[in-house]
């Protein structure tokens, strides 16, 4: 905008009065509105419950050396004030739902900002939600993955997923079946 109006002053030949600008401001378009925030769709918040399966009682990181984090409702490891789930905790299925619903919000809005801006189809955002939702935003920000879907390699971005199939350096199967699951809902165009 500044380069418009300083081409603007060298073409009058003088400073621009309130009333110069105030034309020029009423001659340009309404700046568009920012893009809706994208949310998760029904087939992403399924592809999470596949792996995320609800758990009523607290347990234990079955895949970690020492068991952390403490895990509960739909793979939450934080109740609803921020503090770390203690074992024996039990929860309702509501409670696990509602705790679910806010903390995809937060993992939505960490996909956003890591994407900066780059367009996403629906399947790549829900992918990268639940990559984010098991991995956590700080990772997928500073990932190679991230990097490649900004710039616009998605087949570059695709074959990243593959590569987050350890825990505690170890590899799991079930983050193989769920890093292969993202990365086939993040190839769909759709």
Known sequence: ????????????????????????????????????AMK????????????????????????SDNG??????????RDEAGSPI?????????????????DLGTYERGVQ??????PATQAQFDALVSFAYN??????????LARLHRAGDYAGARA??????KNDGKKMAGLVRRRAAEAELYRDAS
């Open 68 to 77: 952390l984090p403490i895990t509960i409702g739909w793979g939450s490891t």
């Open 1 to 36: 905008m500044k380069a418009l109006f300083d081409a603007i002053r060298t073409i009058k030949g003088s400073a621009l009065t309130l009333a110069d600008v105030a034309l020029v401001n009423a001659a340009l378009p309404a700046p568009a509105p920012p893009p809706a």
């Open 40 to 63: 998760t769709s029904a087939t992403g918040v399924a592809l999470i419950h596949g792996f995320e399966t609800f758990e009523s009682d607290a347990y234990r990181d079955p895949g």
């Open 113 to 118: 900002t890591a994407l900066a801006g780059a």
């Open 160 to 165: 990243q997923f593959a590569r987050w199939d």
């Open 135 to 144: 991995v956590g935003t700080q990772a997928l920000r500073g990932s190679t």
């Open 86 to 102: 203690k074992l024996g905790a039990v929860w309702t299925r509501e409670r696990a739902d509602a705790r679910f619903y806010a």
